[in-house]
T-cell receptor, first 115, second 113 residues
């Protein structure tokens, strides 16, 4: 079956531009997560959705970062006025339920480069 | 706060030899522990997890991990390494009452023929 998909796979932005990154989770998955992975590091939690509700946004690094999941399926991570330090791979993951013991299924990521 | 340490950036083993990738964690309360593998240009793939019960957990591709509460460790093991096991491995922990999953920095495993 189809896994988690993300688009675009690569994005180059000039400093100050706004970007939008899309995540299509596995159909029917309740939970959706966004992570930021810097080069040579493990993923770092950004935000968590349960269906359409954003239950945790404690990992968003600044108010330039905004995420939404309006219909409880597709999610978009938006970064306003991009800065060079925003360059990273952004990973989306989904899981079947809201249980914290559930494994997460990851997409291939979007590599964002800010010039 | 929860955290994970993977003390080795790189592990090299010969094909056919046993492998161990180390992980220690810190968390309040009972932990949920996970191992993921990342191949180039692909997303992280789930290998195995510990929730409760038997300390030895078996997962995909012949991997297993041993939960040691007293040493707060969750080392990944495989009895006989394959060249195709070469990849980046991440240990992760999630507290029972927390939404975020905390990952280690990763260990690059290289299996040489």
């Amino acid at each position: 079956g189809a896994g988690v998909s993300q688009s675009p796979r690569y994005k180059v932005a000039k400093r100050g531009q706004d970007v939008a990154l899309r995540c299509d989770p596995i159909s029917g998955h309740v939970s959706l997560f966004w992570y930021q992975q810097a080069l040579g590091q493990g993923p770092e939690f950004l935000t968590y959705f349960q269906n359409e509700a954003q239950l945790d946004k404690s990992g968003l690094p600044s108010d330039r970062f905004f995420a939404e999941r309006p219909e409880g399926s597709v999610s978009t991570l938006k970064i306003q006025r991009t800065q060079q330090e925003d360059s990273a791979v952004y990973l989306c993951a989904s899981s079947t339920s809201s249980g914290r013991a559930e494994e997460q299924f990851f997409g291939p990521g979007t590599r964002l480069t800010v010039l | 706060a929860q955290s994970v340490a993977q003390p080795e950036d790189q592990v090299n083993v010969a094909e056919g030899n046993p492998l161990t990738v180390k992980c220690t964690y810190s968390v309040s309360g009972n932990p949920y522990l996970f191992w993921y593998v990342q191949y180039p240009n692909r997303g992280l793939q789930f290998l195995l997890k510990y929730i409760t019960g038997d300390n030895l957990v078996k997962g995909s591709y012949g991997f297993e991990a041993e939960f040691n509460k007293s040493q707060t460790s969750f080392h990944l093991k495989k009895p006989s390494a394959l060249v195709s096991d070469s990849a980046l491995y991440f240990c992760a922990v999630r507290a029972y009452n927390n939404n975020d999953m905390r990952f280690g920095a990763g260990t690059r495993l290289t299996v040489k023929p």
